[in-house]
């Protein structure tokens, strides 16, 4: 069967996806692109935001129409979400936000259609899927925890993903170790909400990480990135953890959603920017030149002149290496979306592209600092990647061309248009 696979949203959804798009080759299908035409769409939907959600029903449209006599398989938030709307565009398949195994059972023809996707309460485990790169990529992903507990006021991803679930911390190493002795000289460690790993289990990230770096130097080595924390969990003791590994690459996604204190509080977030700024500290304490990226959301219900001129004075006092900046979209169903001061949408874009020019002066700042550091790439094309602190990295022309997904030393001499430049060292 020749199926296309289409993905919103987040980098768990793009795992998820190829997940998917494995174990469906695995059985015999042939993965294709919408416009080849397909037998069969699966199409991995997001709801974080109302935005979000109509994406996902704009792409069902739009998978019907281009190859209307496919089957068409709907899973993901969205579809957890409503159902009912996933139903009424045209799905013969309804999977919810953890059952992509289903999914390609049913592409296998092994189960019969289902249009109503299991409740996230009855989500007890984790689901295992399998791990490696995204097509053509030279880095490995290893998802590793599923499902929130934090309910922030503007997200209903817990309501969909259910409570936390992860991996236990010896499958996942040995599924590291296996990465590495394929050759995979980068990991990214990946979930929903990471810092909240082991709380199902009696683990830890911290423990985490130190079996997968003990397991990725017994089979080759490898060097080891995060995915998104919570501010509130990096504390001290986590921090030497990780620095202790020696493999963590000095990358830091830290998810501030903003820099005003009464901001933070509206949105039910557990810490205040002071407390963002003391882990920021301490990560530049422990590791060498980290990068200390994020999210922010600009125009949340109630936002002042003066909550705004904090988001931006903070981006400036943080002087962050990269910030995901976007304007806050209503999601039905949470509690935000019922708070009074809501902002209109040419506010709130307005208020997003101002922190975005702000941010964008400190990413400047911070690639012009890597200019005569010696870093490593990670060699994912001939000439391209991205080093250690996730800088996008070209080699110079006198420096010849690398091996496709190895790890190479580089004196940077050059920074500008949002890249830098270096020499072999």
Request: a neutral charge; aromatic letters at 6%.
């Amino acid at each position: 069967m020749r199926v296309a696979f289409l993905t919103l949203g987040c980098k768990v959804n793009q795992y998820e996806s190829e997940a998917m798009r494995r174990l469906a080759e695995s059985a015999g299908h042939v993965a294709v692109s919408l416009e080849q035409g397909a037998d069969a769409v699966v199409i991995n939907t997001c709801a974080v935001t109302g935005e979000s959600a109509r994406k996902s029903r704009q792409a069902i449209r739009r998978a019907r129409r281009l190859c209307p006599d496919a089957k068409l398989v709907v899973c993901g938030c969205a579809a957890q979400a409503d159902a009912d709307a996933v139903r009424a565009l045209g799905a013969d398949y309804v999977g919810g936000a953890g059952e992509r195994r289903q999914v390609v059972e049913y592409l296998n023809g092994l189960t019969q259609p289902s249009l109503a996707p299991s409740s996230p309460a009855g989500r007890h485990s984790f689901e295992e899927l399998p791990a490696g790169g995204y097509e053509g990529h030279a880095r490995a992903y290893l998802k590793v925890q599923d499902g929130c507990a934090n309910f922030c006021s503007y997200c209903i991803i817990p309501y969909l993903r259910g409570a936390p679930r992860s991996l236990a911390p010896e499958r996942a190493a040995q599924l590291a170790g296996e990465l590495a002795g394929g050759g995979y000289r980068e990991i990214v460690l990946t979930g929903i909400e990471l810092s909240s790993y082991g709380v199902d289990n009696g683990s830890s990230l911290g423990e985490l990480v130190e079996r997968v770096a003990e397991a990725t130097a017994a089979n080759g080595g490898a060097r080891i990135r995060l995915g998104s924390l919570e501010p509130s969990t990096v504390d001290e003791q986590l921090v030497e953890r990780l620095a202790g590994t020696g493999a963590v690459c000095p990358h830091f996604h830290l998810s501030l959603q903003s820099g005003s204190a009464g901001v933070l509080k509206r949105m039910r977030r557990k810490y205040t920017p002071e407390q963002f700024v003391e882990v920021v500290q301490r990560l530049r304490e422990r590791f060498d030149n980290p990068a200390i990226t994020t999210d922010i959301i600009m125009g949340f219900p109630g936002e002042t002149d003066d909550e705004l001129r904090e988001t931006l004075e903070f981006v400036e006092r943080v002087q962050l290496a990269a910030a995901h900046v976007f304007p806050y979209s209503s999601r039905e169903g949470t509690l935000a979306a019922s708070m009074p001061g809501q902002i209109p949408r040419a506010e709130k874009e307005h208020r997003a592209h101002l922190v975005a020019d702000a941010a964008a002066r400190t990413r400047a700042a911070y690639l012009s600092q890597q200019v005569g550091r010696t870093l490593e790439l990670l060699a994912e094309t001939e000439t391209a990647g991205h080093t250690e602190n996730y800088c996008p990295l070209e080699l110079e022309p006198e420096s010849g061309v690398a091996e496709r997904g190895s790890l190479v030393r580089v004196r940077v001499t050059a920074a500008g248009n949002g890249i830098i430049r270096g020499i072999k060292a």
